[in-house]
């Protein structure tokens, strides 16, 4: 008998015996405030859904459209015969939209970074990456074999510091940060990182997955929150949050969309987004562009909800977007607390270490444009009993 596959099983139960084994819930509904999740209607306090456009009629419409024009798939990578005369459009309108020369679009948020960190810096270079960085952009980062030096989390007197003792080192030097950051909604200090990158003369990039429709003027972003147009090299974006769809961009200079056209190995080969996914994110755009309505609605909503948690006792955290940490500290009580809010017909995830710091578990609101003011109530009443009877509130 072959034991080749014994260590997976150990490795297995050992995730069940520790708690750490992730159980995977199921949704037989559309996005939307509400969801039916394991055969249940519950409150949705979980999806990045933030406008409400996963289930927006005219994207839906769009996406049919697009299959009755294009069919379902694209056929081929960008680089061979699956560059569609949609993908250009959404290039050009999307460039338009965040004011940038020039667009690139991928098949998800993860795959734009594999495409622009490789092709940007190598072995002999080095990447200055805020030590809570998303997943993506620290794997992208070890696949372009450049030197990583982390600094500490928003922090520019610390990247400042490092910069000048390592740069020297280096052939070049790329600064990367997330714009939102998913686990605290807090801010990356872009305006400061980018006056120390421009000092240093090193390329600074920044991934606004959590930003793209969400923050700056109508949605457009953190480089249009701190105003630093033209001065972002590499930002990337994706689909698959506040635009409802699926799939990645980078935006910024045309010189780089170029060079991703040439060397970024996902656009290379990986086959092309969907046609139904190009013109669902088509109409998104549209949205936007006529309308702050969505966005309007978002930043009212969160700013409600986090107000009525504070009076409530709770501490939300440094959020400065509509992602509200409900900070509990120890990792059981926040998987007791999300299990008693399921119960209550409340779907907010509960996040423990690695995915947090040791001692900063908590569970993640994430509020949506979709939500009515009734719905956030339902959610503050549901918080306020089971934080009152878990003791973390008096
Ligand atoms: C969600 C996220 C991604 C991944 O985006 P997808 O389009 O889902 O692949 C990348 N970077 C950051 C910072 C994210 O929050």
Same mark, same amino acid.
């Given at each position: 008998?072959?034991?080749?596959?014994?260590?997976?099983?150990?490795?297995?139960?050992?995730?069940?015996?520790?708690?750490?084994?992730?159980?995977?819930?199921?949704?037989?509904?559309?996005?939307?405030?509400?969801?039916?999740?394991?055969?249940?209607?519950?409150?949705?306090?979980?999806?990045?859904?933030?406008?409400?456009?996963?289930?927006?009629?005219?994207?839906?419409?769009?996406?049919?459209?697009?299959?009755?024009?294009?069919?379902?798939?694209?056929?081929?990578?960008?680089?061979?015969?699956?560059?569609?005369?949609?993908?250009?459009?959404?290039?050009?309108?999307?460039?338009?939209?965040?004011?940038?020369?020039?667009?690139?679009?991928?098949?998800?948020?993860?795959?734009?970074?594999?495409?622009?960190?490789?092709?940007?810096?190598?072995?002999?270079?080095?990447?200055?990456?805020?030590?809570?960085?998303? $997943?993506? #952009? +620290? /794997?992208?980062? *070890?696949?372009? !074999?450049?030197?990583?030096?982390?600094? =500490?989390? &928003?922090? @520019?007197? %610390?990247?400042?510091?490092?910069?000048?003792?390592?740069?020297?080192?280096?052939?070049?030097?790329?600064?990367?940060?997330?714009?939102?950051?998913?686990?605290?909604?807090?801010?990356?200090?872009?305006?400061?990182?980018?006056?120390?990158?421009?000092?240093?003369?090193?390329?600074?990039?920044?991934?606004?997955?959590?930003?793209?429709?969400?923050?700056?003027?109508?949605?457009?972003?953190?480089?249009?929150?701190?105003?630093?147009?033209?001065?972002?090299?590499?930002?990337?974006?994706?689909?698959?949050?506040?635009?409802?769809?699926?799939?990645?961009?980078?935006?910024?200079? $045309?010189? #780089? +969309? /170029?060079?991703? *056209?040439?060397? !970024?190995?996902?656009?290379?080969?990986? =086959?092309? &987004?969907? @046609?139904? %996914?190009?013109?669902?994110?088509?109409?998104?755009?549209?949205?936007?562009?006529?309308?702050?309505?969505?966005?309007?609605?978002?930043?009212?909503?969160?700013?409600?909800?986090?107000?009525?948690?504070?009076?409530?006792?709770?501490?939300?955290?440094?959020?400065?977007?509509?992602?509200?940490?409900?900070?509990?500290?120890?990792?059981?009580?926040?998987?007791?607390?999300?299990?008693?809010?399921?119960?209550?017909?409340?779907?907010?995830?509960?996040?423990?270490?690695?995915?947090?710091?040791?001692?900063?578990?908590?569970?993640?609101?994430?509020?949506?444009?979709?939500?009515?003011?009734?719905?956030?109530?339902?959610?503050?009443?549901?918080?306020?009993?089971?934080?009152?009877?878990?003791?973390?509130?008096?």
């Amino acid at each position: 008998m072959s034991n080749r596959l014994d260590w997976i099983q150990a490795e297995l139960d050992a995730l069940r015996q520790s708690g750490l084994y992730n159980r995977i819930r199921t949704l037989s509904s559309p996005q939307g405030a509400w969801l039916i999740v394991d055969g249940k209607k519950v409150l949705n306090f979980c999806s990045n859904n933030y406008l409400g456009l996963a289930n927006h009629p005219r994207m839906v419409q769009a996406a049919k459209e697009a299959i009755d024009r294009y069919g379902v798939g694209p056929g081929a990578v960008r680089s061979i015969a699956g560059t569609m005369d949609i993908h250009l459009e959404l290039e050009q309108r999307l460039a338009k939209f965040k004011g940038v020369e020039s667009a690139l679009t991928f098949q998800s948020g993860f795959a734009a970074n594999l495409a622009s960190l490789p092709a940007l810096v190598g072995k002999e270079d080095v990447i200055f990456s805020d030590e809570l960085n998303h $997943a993506s #952009i +620290i /794997d992208a980062s *070890r696949l372009s !074999g450049a030197t990583i030096i982390r600094f =500490s989390h &928003a922090d @520019p007197a %610390d990247l400042q510091k490092k910069i000048q003792e390592n740069l020297g080192n280096y052939r070049r030097g790329l600064v990367v940060t997330d714009g939102v950051f998913s686990m605290d909604g807090d801010l990356a200090p872009l305006d400061k990182i980018h006056e120390i990158t421009e000092a240093h003369n090193v390329l600074l990039m920044v991934d606004d997955a959590h930003g793209e429709g969400v923050v700056g003027k109508g949605g457009r972003g953190i480089v249009d929150h701190f105003n630093l147009h033209g001065k972002v090299d590499i930002e990337v974006g994706t689909f698959s949050k506040a635009f409802g769809v699926v799939g990645g961009a980078v935006a910024g200079k $045309a010189a #780089i +969309i /170029d060079w991703l *056209r040439q060397r !970024g190995r996902p656009f290379l080969f990986s =086959s092309a &987004a969907t @046609p139904p %996914d190009v013109m669902a994110c088509l109409v998104a755009i549209d949205l936007l562009e006529n309308s702050t309505e969505l966005v309007d609605r978002l930043w009212e909503n969160a700013g409600f909800f986090k107000s009525e948690m504070k009076r409530l006792g709770f501490d939300t955290g440094q959020s400065a977007t509509p992602i509200t940490p409900v900070m509990l500290g120890e990792a059981p009580l926040a998987q007791q607390f999300s299990r008693e809010l399921f119960d209550a017909g409340v779907f907010a995830m509960s996040l423990g270490y690695p995915t947090v710091p040791k001692g900063k578990a908590r569970i993640r609101v994430m509020i949506s444009a979709a939500h009515s003011r009734e719905d956030l109530e339902k959610g503050l009443n549901t918080f306020a009993a089971i934080g009152k009877k878990l003791g973390v509130i008096s």
